[in-house]
């Protein structure tokens, strides 16, 4: 029995999952690490701490497996996040700046003033906005002590995690990143699907730092030295955590789509083989590349808080102990009670684009109780989502019918009822919530035949449970009137 390894590097900790040739979970493990936030508006994280973290999920979830069945791996990554190491110590220059980083807000407005958003959207599909790896490149390169000139020496290498874990895992054999994750850092031609000369003189970096880019499955390294894995493991899988999941969901057909509820939210829908210029401030990604020749984009939006609102409940306002108990708290009162939660602690992605908004809670009154605020608190969650799927459905020019959800706070009950009943459309949920980590795993596994095709894989994807719209309407309409109103004030 041969098994597929799929690391799955997250913003808050690492999973790694251990599928078996008939895609059943025969290992799991997780370890979190440490966020590091430096400034207001700057989040960081020690590169060594996601290597450790790795090695420790590893180490868990290959407990009873025999080390010699492992096939293929598979990795998936929270993706503009941006590590530039030295080539011969493999020894990053500085911490990670993480996706979810503001410091370079006024580098961006600079490029946006100078004319350049539109060209730098014509190329890349993104807007000039600070979540992207580009500006985050150019920061490190202008602000560590002699990087610039190391760059420009081939001495340098940049990577999103993918590429860092890449490294690692070949034991600094291999330096390349897929097309997916490529597609994020706003130096890649969407179109050509290879680093612009353009965009680098723009952004300010030089070619000897990039990676090669790959397919995202087929094997690209062989691994070496890795804490408890044999050497010489097809590493064959790579995609970006939000493409992960939309091939982990099996949304192989133009016009699905899924929400992964995460940290942030993100929606993917598949628009096929070109890509679609969003006119609704959504962004154009490569979904994935196959060996096969097969080419997907994807529209996306993001909402940069999900998840990390209910921490921020959990740690920062100390209403209860454990993030799961938000439920019973928010179920603790009817409704909201007028009560709205605009969750943009890192300002509001799409399709809005304002790096300078800040959360707010509005409608409060001496009625207004703990629950009201963490039922509010979900509610704006979803909310977010709402303008992120009409913006898609425009751009689209298709209506969506159902809406595949996976991540932690999928598991949420109440949550998934009322985005269901705000969107009036079905929510289905997986029995395996973690596609993320099974995306990574597919794509490994048929990078390398453990599996024939994505049939294959598709026929194995179960629902668990599926949501209906049953909100009444004049009350919807009367929330999202609410909601706009609050995200006007943000």
């Known amino acids: 029995m ?19 040739e008939a895609l059943q979970l025969r290992g799991r493990g997780y370890q979190e690490f440490r966020q590091i936030y430096p400034e207001p508006g700057w989040v960081e ?18 407990v009873g497996i025999d080390r010699q069945s492992v096939a293929a791996i598979g990795i998936t990554n929270q993706r503009e996040t941006t590590v530039v190491w030295d080539r011969s110590s493999g020894k990053a220059i500085h911490n990670a700046i993480v996706w979810q980083d503001r410091r370079t807000a006024e580098r961006c407005a600079e ?36 990087a610039a000139a190391a760059a420009n020496a081939g001495e340098l290498a940049f990577g999103t995690i993918d590429s860092y874990l890449l490294w690692r895992l070949t034991g600094g054999e291999v330096h390349a990143t897929d097309a997916s994750n490529a597609s994020r850092t706003l130096l890649f031609d969407l179109h050509a699907l290879a680093w612009s000369d353009e965009l680098l003189e723009l952004i300010g970096a030089p070619r000897a730092i990039l990676p090669r880019v790959v397919e995202s499955s087929g094997t690209v390294g062989l691994t070496r030295g890795v804490p408890g894995v044999r050497d010489g493991v097809p590493i064959a899988g790579l995609a970006g955590d939000q493409q992960s999941a939309l091939f982990g969901q099996a949304c192989f057909a133009p016009g699905d789509a899924k929400c992964t509820y995460g940290t942030g939210a993100f929606i993917l829908m598949n628009t096929g083989d070109r890509p679609i210029a969003s006119q609704a401030g959504l962004v154009t990604t490569v979904a994935w590349k196959l060996a096969t020749g097969e080419l997907r984009y994807a529209l996306e939006g993001s909402a940069f808080i999900a998840g990390a609102a209910v921490q921020w409940l959990r740690d920062g306002l100390q209403l209860f102990a454990s993030a799961r108990d938000v439920e019973a708290l928010a179920a603790s009162v009817p409704d909201s009670g007028g009560v709205i939660v605009v969750p943009a602690f890192s300002g509001l992605g799409a399709p809005h684009w304002r790096p300078d908004a800040r959360a707010a809670i509005t409608g409060l009154t001496r009625g207004t109780t703990r629950g009201h605020i963490a039922r509010a608190t979900l ?10 799927l009409r913006a898609m459905e425009r751009d689209a020019g298709r209506a969506l019918t159902v809406l595949k959800v996976d991540g932690g706070a999928s598991a ?23 596609t993320t980590a099974l995306g990574a795993a597919f794509l490994a596994g048929l990078g390398t035949g453990v599996w024939k095709d994505q049939a294959q894989v598709q026929s ?31």
Not at 114 to 123: I, Q, T, W
Request: proline share 4%; net charge negative; aromatic share 6%.
């Open 111 to 146: 490029l946006a003033g100078a004319g350049k958003g539109p060209r730098v959207r014509e190329l890349t599909g993104l807007p000039l906005d600070p979540y992207f790896s580009g500006t985050k490149l150019s920061w490190l390169l202008r602000h560590v002590s002699g």
């Open 45 to 62: 994280h020690d590169p060594e701490d996601i290597w450790a973290s790795v090695c420790a999920a590893l180490e868990a979830a290959l």
């Open 412 to 434: 949420n009950d109440l949550l998934m009822q009322f985005q269901s009943d705000v969107l009036g459309v079905e929510i289905s949920r997986p029995q395996l919530v973690e």
């Open 379 to 388: 509610e704006g969650i979803a909310l977010q989502n709402v303008d992120i």
């Open 2 to 20: 041969r098994h597929v390894i799929a690391i799955d590097q997250g913003t808050t900790g690492t999973t790694v999952l251990v599928l078996d």
């Open 460 to 490: 194995t994807w179960r629902e668990q449970k599926r949501f209906s719209p049953g909100g009444d309407s004049a009350r919807v309409a009367e929330h999202l009137a609410r909601w706009d109103a609050a995200v006007r004030k943000a």
